[in-house]
């Protein structure tokens, strides 16, 4: 990257660091919130099917399972998605 | 914000690739919901059974496929009814829900950064 060429930039190389840094942070965390709500809704549809008078050690112990495979099925969703766009890429060119 | 962008190129280069990992992790979370509640029967599992992980991937595959033809036909169909400005408002509803428009751009940024991670 090359910090040298915004000379006419009102912003200095750390100033625009932080604020890069910033905005990622800012995306990171709103991107981590609607995960976590969609696994909220899609977990306790799945593992809570008979609400009892507490959350039960088999529902904590479906609720983390279906926590991680939601993580899962994202990294694959993703991949495959990825992958897709690669190859509507190629055959573009 | 959009002043200091046309100052500062480097900066104006960081804002556009964030805007397209925004958008492809937006579209990878939609299509995360929707196969999710077509593919997975049991989340109570320590691991994905290779049946599940396929079907996970086909259906982004089919989902894509699907919007694809859609649009293809949607144009078709317009083309004959080309005056009617019904058309006109649903092609940016596809717009918005099916994320097509913003893909070329995509690509042209992912063969940049290869480097893309989703999570």
């Known amino acids: ?93 | 914000m959009d002043k200091l962008l046309e100052t500062d190129p480097e900066l104006a280069r960081f804002v556009a690739e964030m805007e397209q990992t925004s958008r492809m992790k937006k579209t990878t979370e939609k299509l995360t919901l929707e196969c999710w509640d077509l593919c997975i029967t049991n989340p109570n599992v320590s691991r994905f059974d290779s049946k599940t992980e396929s079907c996970l991937v086909n259906c982004v595959e089919r989902f894509i496929d699907s919007s694809t033809y859609l649009v293809k036909e949607f144009s078709n169909k317009s083309q004959s009814v080309s005056s009617s400005s019904d058309f006109a408002d649903s092609e940016m509803i596809i717009d918005d829900k099916f994320t097509l428009s913003p893909e070329p751009k995509l690509n042209e940024q992912e063969k940049k950064s290869s480097g893309f991670k989703f999570w």
């Open chain 1, 1 to 93: 990257m090359d910090y040298s060429s915004g000379q006419k930039s009102a912003l200095g190389a750390n100033e625009r660091a932080a604020l890069m840094s910033n905005i990622k942070q800012q995306l990171d965390v709103a991107h981590a919130q609607e995960l976590l709500q969609q696994v909220s809704e899609k977990c306790f549809k799945m593992c809570i099917q008979k609400p009892g008078s507490s959350l039960s050690s088999s529902d904590q112990k479906c609720l983390t399972y279906c926590m991680d495979r939601y993580f899962d099925a994202f990294n694959i969703v993703g991949r495959a998605y990825s992958q897709r766009l690669q190859k509507e890429l190629a055959n573009a060119r």
